[in-house]
């Protein structure tokens, strides 16, 4: 069981907790392989999934996730237009709650969003991506897929390329990596790097060779197409040039190394091709554990009275 | 109408008058300062030991929302805030709705400012026409209407040019241009210091450059014009060093402000003792303990003139909400004296003296108004402090319509025991 009755952020979880998660969530790869994918339980909870933005992989996963462990769930894609309607997010979601909803999993595009709810509102908050904050079951779903391939997590090295800056992925995983022993390295242009980026516990470099040089995983970050707007870099044809994760670069890494990404991917801006789809990448494994890893924390945050199977 | 000051510590700096006086007010004027005044059919004000009777405090940075944004405050609310606080003027900012670029709005601020009768209200108005930096407003008529200063607080004059001529021409007419340094396309859509607090909770930062870069600007075109120049609410060391630097060379119409929040409180509070706590927001941001530290130093050596507060109200509604859509400011008239003299007087930075020019002589002197001295035949603008008293901040308690503070809760050394305007009893400390 969770010491919180929400899952704000991996800042707020202990190292133990994000091992019971992480075990938990083994259990749970078992329900998918049944041929009947389904337990009972969260039977009799409600569960809102309201997003504010976009997402297609993390909304369906959560979805399969609560329908897989009986819950009623409800999924709100809220339109941009509701805001410019007047309605604040505390109202939008009290008139959710007048519905008595036990769980709300909530994406929003401002950091701190599903902070304000917890703080006002009854249900347990889950976050699923807050602004540039950040995306706690994507760091758990890949540090489960991580484990899966390594038996652990303590003493690898770890690289994170890509922008730093804007990721909430970066911010969650880099708190759970340091929490469980492993070594961070992040790697990107300076001009998407967060400001005292060393202090969050990662060793900080522009070079990609020396980040990648015998990591163990190499995760990738999305490049919006969109950043060459605020001048943080000139070309996507010059990021890839410089940050671009190539068979050549990769080959730089251990030999077992795996390659992640959490998604959408930009083919030939941040990756190659042919790492994407090569033997190294796990990237749609990330995929499929992210639904044991969500049933894992709605479990665990459901606490004692979920239905045992 | 005769009223008597009895037994308090005077500290008067214009007058270099610091000790055991009593004041006699009559017909709303300081009739005499001595030692042991007699009655004289008088009515008598007995102050306890330990009580500093000083010029009145005046606050040259407040938002008062009238017209246009009366949810939030409006003058009778804010001057009776300002009094509560131990201020007996304030100077009020232009981004009202609408702007105050115009005499009308003028006319109307000072119109209820007497009818709400607290303290004195004197406007600061507009550099440009809705603040849009594109043309410039009519200082003179606003001047003549009763305008002491002009700025496009909010935002800053928006071109180097249009502060040059704004300098040169209120250089004719005797009143300073007050500008809100901050470079646009620095500042983006910042909504924090942008330090490792902000970029750990993924807040989008505002560096402490982005203010410098436009004091150096200002400072540069101060020189150049001779106008008088005043920095509004600084908070990044390198805009201190940079007025600092420039007064040692010799420039003398440069003069700068730090409001409380930017001298007591850091991007700490960002995650301490709640994330996300949109009472923290304010335009400038509270930034990183060097630069805390560095006000904390101006303070004490002279290089600030001015401790104004950026009094900022806002609705409860409007701050309940994400910590990016917040409107920035917090409120700061009744939470000043008790920062000020817990902080910079009992932690002994500074001296009781220095903490009423900051707060009292040089608010006058920078803006050219009547007070900062308990001169005989003066406006009797006085404010009578307990600086021992034991205070805790209850932002339901505020005066202020709004109750946007950081300090809910904070207890303090240092209280306002009362406020005296022309001569009359507007505020006295019940609980004291």
Same mark, same amino acid.
């Given at each position: 069981?969770?010491?919180?009755?929400?899952?704000?952020?991996?800042?707020?979880?202990?190292?133990?907790?994000?091992?019971?998660?992480?075990?938990?969530?083994?259990?749970?790869?078992?329900?998918?392989?049944?041929?009947?994918?389904?337990?009972?339980?969260?039977?009799?909870?409600?569960?809102?999934?309201?997003?504010?933005?976009?997402?297609?992989?993390?909304?369906?996963?959560?979805?399969?996730?609560?329908?897989?462990?009986?819950?009623?769930?409800?999924?709100?894609?809220?339109?941009?237009?509701?805001?410019?309607?007047?309605?604040?997010?505390?109202?939008?979601?009290?008139?959710?709650?007048?519905?008595?909803?036990?769980?709300?999993?909530?994406?929003?595009?401002?950091?701190?969003?599903?902070?304000?709810?917890?703080?006002?509102?009854?249900?347990?908050?889950?976050?699923?991506?807050?602004?540039?904050?950040?995306?706690?079951?994507?760091?758990?779903?890949?540090?489960?897929?991580?484990?899966?391939?390594?038996?652990?997590?303590?003493?690898?090295?770890?690289?994170?390329?890509?922008?730093?800056?804007?990721?909430?992925?970066?911010?969650?995983?880099?708190?759970?990596?340091?929490?469980?022993?492993?070594?961070?390295?992040?790697?990107?242009?300076?001009?998407?790097?967060?400001?005292?980026?060393?202090?969050?516990?990662?060793?900080?470099?522009?070079?990609?060779?020396?980040?990648?040089?015998?990591?163990?995983?190499?995760?990738?970050?999305?490049?919006?197409?969109?950043?060459?707007?605020?001048?943080?870099?000139?070309?996507?044809?010059?990021?890839?040039?410089?940050?671009?994760?190539?068979?050549?670069?990769?080959?730089?890494?251990?030999?077992?190394?795996?390659?992640?990404?959490?998604?959408?991917?930009?083919?030939?801006?941040?990756?190659?091709?042919?790492?994407?789809?090569?033997?190294?990448?796990?990237?749609?494994?990330?995929?499929?554990?992210?639904?044991?890893?969500?049933?894992?924390?709605?479990?665990?945050?459901?606490?004692?009275?979920?239905?045992?199977? | 109408?005769?009223?008597?000051?009895?037994?308090?510590?005077?500290?008067?700096?214009?007058?270099?008058? !610091?000790?055991?006086?009593?004041?006699?007010?009559?017909?709303?004027?300081?009739?005499?300062?001595?030692?042991?005044?007699?009655?004289?059919?008088?009515?008598?004000?007995?102050?306890?030991?330990?009580?500093?009777?000083?010029?009145? @405090?005046? !606050?040259?940075?407040?938002? @008062?929302?009238?017209?246009?944004?009366?949810?939030?405050?409006? %003058?009778?609310?804010?001057?009776?805030?300002?009094?509560?606080?131990?201020?007996?003027?304030?100077?009020?900012?232009?981004?009202?709705?609408?702007?105050?670029?115009?005499?009308?709005?003028?006319?109307?601020?000072?119109?209820?400012?007497?009818?709400?009768?607290?303290?004195?209200?004197?406007?600061?108005?507009?550099?440009?026409?809705?603040?849009?930096?594109?043309?410039?407003?009519?200082?003179?008529?606003?001047?003549?209407?009763?305008?002491?200063? &002009?700025?496009?607080?909010?935002?800053?004059? $928006?071109?180097?040019?249009?502060?040059?001529?704004?300098?040169?021409?209120?250089?004719?007419?005797?009143?300073?241009?007050?500008?809100?340094?901050?470079?646009?396309?620095?500042?983006?859509?910042?909504?924090?210091?942008?330090?490792?607090?902000?970029?750990?909770?993924?807040?989008?930062?505002?560096?402490?450059?982005?203010?410098?870069?436009?004091?150096?600007?200002?400072?540069?075109?101060?020189?150049?014009?001779?106008? $008088?120049?005043?920095?509004?609410?600084?908070?990044?060391?390198?805009?201190?060093?940079?007025?600092?630097?420039?007064?040692?060379?010799?420039?003398?119409?440069?003069?700068?402000?730090?409001?409380?929040?930017?001298?007591?409180?850091?991007?700490?509070?960002?995650?301490?003792?709640?994330?996300?706590?949109?009472?923290?927001?304010?335009?400038?941001?509270?930034?990183?303990?060097?630069?805390?530290?560095?006000?904390?130093?101006?303070?004490?050596?002279?290089?600030?003139?001015?401790?104004?507060?950026?009094? $900022?109200?806002?609705?409860?509604?409007?701050? @309940? *909400?994400?910590?990016?859509?917040?409107?920035?400011?917090?409120?700061?008239?009744?939470?000043?004296?008790? @920062?000020?003299?817990?902080?910079?007087?009992?932690?002994?930075?500074?001296? *009781?003296?220095?903490?009423?020019?900051?707060?009292?002589?040089?608010?006058?002197?920078?803006?050219?108004?009547?007070?900062?001295?308990?001169?005989?035949?003066?406006?009797?603008? %006085?404010?009578?402090?307990?600086? !021992?008293?034991?205070?805790?901040?209850?932002?339901?308690?505020?005066?202020?319509?709004?109750?946007?503070?950081? &300090?809910?809760?904070?207890?303090?050394?240092?209280?306002?025991?009362?406020?005296?305007?022309?001569?009359?009893?507007?505020?006295?400390?019940?609980?004291?």
């Amino acid at each position: 069981m969770l010491k919180s009755r929400h899952l704000l952020g991996i800042a707020d979880l202990a190292p133990e907790e994000i091992a019971a998660i992480l075990d938990t969530a083994e259990a749970m790869t078992e329900i998918a392989a049944r041929p009947i994918k389904k337990v009972p339980t969260l039977r009799g909870r409600t569960v809102v999934n309201l997003f504010f933005e976009p997402s297609t992989r993390t909304r369906t996963s959560f979805e399969v996730a609560e329908k897989r462990l009986s819950a009623d769930t409800l999924s709100v894609a809220v339109a941009q237009s509701s805001v410019t309607k007047g309605e604040t997010l505390l109202d939008t979601v009290r008139n959710l709650e007048a519905m008595a909803p036990d769980m709300i999993v909530m994406r929003h595009a401002s950091s701190g969003a599903p902070h304000l709810l917890a703080r006002l509102c009854r249900s347990a908050i889950i976050n699923a991506g807050d602004g540039m904050h950040e995306h706690p079951t994507q760091a758990l779903l890949d540090a489960f897929t991580i484990r899966a391939h390594k038996g652990r997590l303590d003493g690898l090295k770890v690289a994170i390329v890509g922008d730093l800056l804007h990721s909430r992925v970066l911010r969650s995983n880099v708190q759970l990596l340091n929490k469980m022993g492993a070594e961070v390295w992040a790697c990107g242009p300076p001009t998407l790097m967060p400001a005292d980026l060393p202090r969050f516990g990662v060793r900080a470099t522009t070079a990609i060779d020396e980040a990648v040089d015998g990591a163990d995983v190499v995760m990738m970050l999305r490049i919006q197409h969109e950043r060459m707007h605020g001048h943080f870099i000139p070309s996507t044809r010059e990021y890839f040039t410089l940050f671009g994760l190539t068979p050549a670069r990769a080959a730089r890494a251990k030999p077992d190394v795996i390659i992640m990404h959490p998604g959408p991917m930009n083919r030939g801006v941040e990756i190659d091709s042919d790492v994407a789809d090569g033997p190294y990448s796990v990237i749609l494994e990330q995929v499929a554990n992210g639904v044991a890893v969500r049933m894992a924390v709605l479990y665990l945050l459901a606490g004692q009275d979920a239905v045992t199977d | 109408m005769k009223l008597l000051l009895k037994g308090g510590r005077v500290v008067d700096p214009a007058a270099s008058r !610091d000790g055991e006086f009593d004041v006699l007010i009559e017909d709303g004027h300081v009739a005499r300062v001595g030692k042991g005044l007699p009655v004289d059919g008088a009515g008598v004000l007995e102050l306890k030991p330990g009580w500093i009777v000083t010029p009145g @405090l005046i !606050d040259i940075h407040v938002h @008062l929302r009238e017209p246009g944004q009366e949810h939030k405050e409006t %003058i009778a609310t804010g001057t009776a805030s300002a009094v509560a606080g131990g201020f007996t003027a304030v100077a009020c900012m232009p981004n009202t709705d609408p702007v105050n670029d115009h005499p009308g709005v003028t006319e109307l601020i000072l119109r209820r400012a007497a009818e709400a009768n607290l303290a004195r209200v004197y406007p600061i108005g507009a550099v440009s026409l809705a603040s849009r930096g594109e043309q410039m407003a009519e200082l003179g008529a606003q001047t003549a209407a009763g305008c002491v200063a &002009f700025t496009d607080d909010g935002r800053p004059v $928006a071109t180097a040019l249009l502060m040059r001529r704004a300098l040169e021409y209120a250089g004719m007419l005797g009143v300073p241009i007050v500008n809100h340094c901050e470079d646009p396309s620095l500042k983006g859509d910042g909504v924090a210091h942008e330090g490792f607090h902000a970029a750990r909770l993924g807040l989008r930062g505002i560096p402490g450059a982005a203010e410098s870069i436009m004091v150096e600007r200002d400072i540069a075109l101060a020189e150049l014009t001779g106008g $008088a120049y005043h920095v509004c609410h600084m908070s990044a060391r390198q805009s201190l060093r940079a007025v600092r630097d420039a007064k040692a060379r010799g420039v003398t119409n440069v003069t700068c402000e730090v409001a409380p929040h930017h001298f007591v409180l850091t991007d700490e509070s960002l995650e301490i003792p709640i994330r996300y706590d949109t009472n923290v927001k304010m335009n400038p941001p509270l930034r990183e303990a060097a630069d805390r530290d560095a006000m904390l130093e101006g303070i004490a050596d002279g290089t600030v003139d001015v401790i104004a507060t950026d009094h $900022a109200p806002h609705h409860a509604d409007e701050k @309940l *909400v994400e910590f990016d859509r917040a409107p920035f400011g917090i409120v700061g008239l009744e939470t000043c004296v008790p @920062l000020v003299f817990d902080r910079l007087v009992h932690a002994g930075r500074i001296g *009781v003296r220095r903490a009423i020019e900051l707060l009292s002589v040089n608010p006058a002197r920078v803006f050219r108004l009547p007070g900062g001295s308990i001169a005989e035949g003066a406006a009797a603008d %006085i404010t009578i402090l307990a600086p !021992d008293a034991a205070v805790t901040i209850r932002a339901r308690e505020l005066r202020s319509k709004s109750k946007n503070t950081p &300090f809910d809760g904070w207890q303090l050394k240092g209280a306002v025991a009362a406020t005296i305007v022309g001569g009359r009893v507007v505020y006295r400390n019940e609980a004291l």
